[in-house]
């Protein structure tokens, strides 16, 4: 096994409105530990790609994610899916839907590999703990702190406008 970094390059199709962002929040520290506020990988739009937003990173082994909408102190998570599960090992693009799954991933040399995967959800959508295979060092927060959870959730078959 390598210790090396791996690039991961995002692409998520996500409706908006002014003043929102996206980000990839999960379990991993650089996405803020489940954390929205903490996460470090924004992602970015622009006129001419919207609603498609893109941004990177560098991890490494395997992670749960989310990705979360932050307009002010509001998040929005997808809860319509399970957490979006990635195992990074050599760079690799990832392309997904708000609240679809699985992500398409690419390896970054342009080889396909095998489709994203998701776990089972906790109760409420919100996100799960650590996969039961992986114990961690220490104990870890089961999801987002209840601060993050959004009053309304955004179900199936309903956008962000």
Do not use: M
């Not at 996500?14 to 470090?40: M, Y």
């Not at 990173?57 to 979360?68: A, P, Q």
């Not at 590999?113 to 104990?139: E, I, L, N, V």
Request: glycine share 12%.
């Amino acid at each position: 096994l390598t210790s090396a970094l791996a690039e991961v390059q995002f692409r998520f199709k996500c409706h908006t409105v002014p003043g929102d962002r996206v980000l990839v929040v999960g379990g991993d520290a650089s996405i803020g530990g489940w954390d929205p506020l903490k996460s470090k990988i924004e992602l970015k739009t622009e006129a001419g790609s919207y609603p498609v937003w893109s941004g990177s990173g560098s991890f490494k082994g395997e992670f749960e994610y989310k990705f979360v909408v932050l307009n002010g102190g509001n998040a929005k998570w997808e809860v319509a899916i399970p957490n979006r599960k990635l195992s990074v090992s050599c760079g690799i693009k990832v392309e997904a839907e708000w609240d679809k799954g699985p992500a398409k991933e690419t390896a970054l040399n342009g080889t396909a590999s095998a489709p994203s995967r998701t776990s089972a959800p906790a109760p409420g959508g919100a996100p799960a703990s650590a996969p039961a295979h992986a114990a961690p060092p220490a104990p870890k927060p089961a999801g987002p702190p209840a601060a993050f959870l959004p009053a309304e959730r955004v179900g199936p078959g309903s956008a962000i406008t």
